[in-house]
């Protein structure tokens, strides 16, 4: 039994260790033979034939680019880059017999000639941050190609680098894992993996871009590269950490920080930042798969209303379709779209509807008549005008041979686009007519990697080529940038229909730089605990990787869940920035009514919280947008120098005044909670802690631990049912930290048109302090040329003064009833509301 055991044991080791790549035996680039220098780079001709370009694009940023036993090729693209140009910072070349050394005011690149080893410093204190731990590979002789789909798509290349003893590692976007990825090993290949679970490996999305961290000192790497890549922090090896790819080029970016925050601000840069989706984007959001016919839409919205929760939009799943013909509607569960969204816009209620890749095959028959000018209500058995279309202007995929490709997804027998071809994707963009007409407000894409039933891992599409600016590349190079693409489609086909209106795009696959078109969702999650957990750590290593705009199905897709594991999901999903209950088709129902009126209640009270927070999430969102640092964080990004919050999967931060900490596990109503140094206070009862210790808190079901900043002042808004029901009247809630003190902001704009981008915003900044029972309150003249409505801004302080007086600007003003200008004292909190006119303010206490 025993020796049994032992071979089982050994042969699963064995079939693990087999699945890593062993990337020991490739061939080594050759020492650098001569060099040569232009205005921004260094390209270094190899012995073997093999170049490295190494090029300055910032004083934090160098991108190094290596092809094998050939000279660099001249085409330079990718489908991630945001920013071309850059203003080459100052830097110097120093050479001497062994080495050169590339120099910025940030970062000292030193590259040892023989063998070629590349190492990153820190230009200050000549502290290493990076290093190569073998030169950079390739798989010369072929020896990897069991692994590859393609052998015609290029060669697997490597880059390895020393595994810090102490080194932590961070990013990779949406990955089944916790937050803390050392020791693991990650496959991108954007695959279809519904009810998923934690160390599924790969799932939908590639983000090739990773941080390491040790003793609270980061770098990123970003390896732009599409191909199946390989990702591998010391799963297998103690010394080292390396990351490769099944063809392309060895093309990585190197950032230094030290700073995460700094790191994914320039990565921002680089790959894109999140434009700002419409604010009601951050409302509650509901959808199921079955929700049909069109009554059954309006009966979950009126429902939502009759029991005073909150909405803001409905998502229609395939069942809208006619046949599951994308851009059609269904005549019989659908016929007039037109009134169905106008009546759900009298509620506040905006629809989504679902959009696949997949467009049905369906030949034109014989008979078929001339489409009308609304050929989406038309019907759709003799001809389909988005397959007649495509088809005339041959922009559907083909294979090697020449013949169309022909998956199978849900219409059947289907084709898809190839969206590297620029016409085809402004004809997808334009073809959206057919939801923005009938008032559709959003695109929700799905089956994106893309799924064919046919093999969920993408068998049957290896030999289909993209045009890929007349490359016509293979599969094995195009699959991970299929879904960025079509995300980019149609995000400029929404733009482009509605100029004035923010595109929301929502997306299942991608690839680095998706955030500058589409939001995402986790996928098919189960209604599980072991799911449930999963949200966070992939929540916050997804801020991580540059996508702040996430989300996943509130209480889980698939399989059944209860009511506590639904207030439960609630209790995390309530500040997520995409926060949607979805629920497979035929499952148990999950709405937040569904398991009775004691968890409804509970729900209901998050979800009014989370439009009370909504000024305090717009905010942190603005700041996403432009910095590129998420609002759903991990505690490290917020506190890197502490290395208790390397590994908190179980805790978040919303930006970087609320710490959240729910419950994971069924059945508990206590739990620990980490505290980072400085003080807060319990959000519910106001109890002051001094953080840098585990505390133990209460967890009733009613109950999420949440804590706020002693230092931060948190704006509020009204309790609302959907955005827009009542106007901003910002209350800001003052909690100090030990020196007194508090600032904040508030960021506004009108919600829905991008003409934030031209100034039309409004930040109020806000600065208290108490000294010496001095109190003082500075609101600052606001930035930006958006103008609310008349209204009064209200600060709330919790303190035992009682104050004689309070001067506004050198005026005493009045006591104040309940809702009036002025100011008041009671159970503790001291309330003052003076007029918001646009001016600078000081209000002393007395
Ligand atoms: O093959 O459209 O992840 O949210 O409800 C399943 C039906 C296709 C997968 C999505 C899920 C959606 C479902 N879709």
Redesign the pocket.
């Known amino acids: 039994m025993r020796t049994l055991l032992t071979l089982v044991f050994c042969l699963t080791f064995l079939a693990i260790c087999a699945r890593a790549q062993d990337i020991t035996g490739l061939e080594k680039i050759g020492p650098v033979a001569s060099f040569t220098r232009s205005a921004n780079a260094v390209t270094l001709s190899c012995a073997d034939g093999s170049q490295v370009q190494l090029t300055v694009l910032a004083p934090d940023l160098i991108r190094v680019r290596a092809s094998f036993a050939k000279p660099i090729p001249a085409r330079d693209h990718s489908w991630a880059i945001a920013k071309e140009s850059w203003n080459t910072p100052q830097w110097t070349l120093n050479q001497s017999v062994d080495s050169l050394t590339l120099t910025t005011e940030e970062i000292e690149t030193v590259i040892q000639r023989s063998p070629l080893l590349i190492s990153f410093r820190d230009a200050r204190t000549h502290e290493l941050i990076n290093a190569d731990e073998r030169p950079m590979m390739y798989d010369a002789k072929g020896t990897l190609t069991g692994i590859m789909f393609d052998p015609k798509a290029g060669m697997f290349v490597a880059a390895a680098k020393k595994l810090g003893f102490d080194e932590h590692f961070f990013g990779l976007g949406e990955k089944a894992a916790r937050l803390d990825k050392r020791r693991g090993s990650f496959v991108n290949w954007n695959s ?1 993996t ?1 009810g998923y679970s934690e160390g599924k490996d790969p799932i939908y999305q590639t983000i090739p871009f990773y941080l390491g961290l040790t003793h609270g000192s980061a770098y990123g790497i970003f390896f732009d590269n599409s191909y199946r890549s390989y990702f591998n922090f010391g799963a297998n090896s103690q010394e080292r950490a390396w990351f490769g790819a099944e063809g392309g080029e060895l093309n990585y970016y190197f950032f230094y920080g030290p700073a995460i925050k700094k790191i994914l601000s320039r990565y921002a840069d680089l790959t894109g930042h999140m434009p700002l989706p419409p604010l009601w984007a951050l409302g509650n959001q509901q ?3 079955g929700y049909y016919p069109d009554a059954m839409v309006e009966r979950v919205a009126s429902e939502y209303r009759k029991r005073d929760l909150p909405l803001d939009v409905i998502h229609l ?3 809208y379709m006619n046949g599951y013909r994308v851009f059609t509607w269904n005549p019989q569960r659908f016929p007039k779209p037109k009134e169905l969204t106008q009546q759900l816009a009298k509620q506040g209620v905006k629809v989504i509807t ?1 959009v ?1 890749p997949g467009v049905k095959y369906q030949p034109r028959s014989s008979d078929a008549r001339e489409q009308t000018s609304q050929p989406e209500l038309g019907p759709q058995d003799k001809s389909y005008y988005v397959f007649d279309q495509g088809l005339a202007r041959n922009y559907f995929q083909h294979r090697r041979s020449g013949e169309l490709f022909i998956p199978k ?2 219409p059947g027998e289907s084709v898809f686009v190839d969206y590297t071809l620029p016409e085809a994707r402004r004809w997808w963009g334009d073809l959206h007519r057919a939801y923005l007409d009938n008032g559709v407000a959003g695109i ?1 894409n ?2 994106n990697e893309p ?1 064919d ?1 046919v093999d969920q891992i993408g068998k049957n599409q290896l030999d289909v080529i993209s045009y890929d600016e007349g490359e016509k590349s293979s599969h094995a190079k195009n699959r991970n940038v299929f879904a960025l693409l079509m995300a980019r489609a149609t995000y400029e086909g929404l733009q482009k229909l509605r100029p004035d209106r923010r595109p929301y795009v929502i997306t ?1 696959a991608a690839y680095a730089g998706i955030q500058r078109y589409s939001t995402m ?1 986790t ?2 999650t189960n209604s599980t605990w072991d799911s449930l957990a999963l949200n966070i750590p992939m929540f916050t290593t997804l801020g991580l990787s540059g996508e702040p705009f996430v989300g996943s ?1 509130v209480g889980g ?1 698939m399989g059944r869940g209860n009511g506590e594991l639904l207030v439960r999901s609630y209790q995390v999903s309530f500040l997520a920035p995409f926060c949607r209950n ?4 035929d499952s148990y129902d999950q709405e937040p009514w569904r398991f009775g009126k004691y968890y409804e209640d509970i729900i209901r009270k998050y979800l009014k919280l989370r439009y009370r927070l909504l000024p305090f999430l717009y905010t942190t969102l603005e700041e996403a947008h432009r910095t590129g640092v998420p609002l759903f964080r991990p505690l490290l990004l917020n506190y890197q120098e502490d290395e208790n919050t390397y590994n908190l999967d179980d805790e978040f931060m919303i930006g970087k005044d609320l710490l959240v900490a729910p419950i994971l596990k069924p059945d508990i109503t206590r739990r620990l909670v980490y505290l980072p140094q400085g003080v807060w206070y319990d959000y519910w009862t106001n109890k002051k802690y001094q953080g840098g210790k585990v505390i133990s808190v209460d967890a009733p079901l009613e109950t999420v631990p949440m804590f706020v900043r002693g230092g931060s002042i948190l704006p509020l808004g009204p309790e609302m049912n959907y955005v827009g029901e009542k106007a901003l009247e910002p209350s800001f809630v003052v909690y100090p930290d030990d020196g007194g003190e508090a600032t904040s902001s508030l960021y506004e704009d009108d919600g829905l048109s991008p003409a934030y981008g031209e100034g039309v915003y409004r930040r109020t900044s806000v600065r208290f302090s108490d000294k010496q029972k001095q109190i003082q309150i500075s609101l600052n003249a606001p930035e930006g040329t958006f103008k609310p409505e008349a209204r009064s801004i209200t600060f709330l302080i919790s303190t035992d003064l009682s104050p004689r007086s309070v001067v506004l600007d050198g005026h005493s003003i009045q006591h104040a009833g309940p809702g009036d200008k002025g100011w008041s004292k009671e159970a503790g909190t001291l309330m003052i509301r003076v007029a918001d006119d646009g001016q600078a303010h000081k209000i002393e206490i007395q």
């Open positions: 279809d519904p959808s199921r798969w799943d395939i069942d679902i696949d997804v849900w929700w799905d089956m799924s039933f299942r969702w996928g098919d199905d897709f979805h629920k497979v088709i």
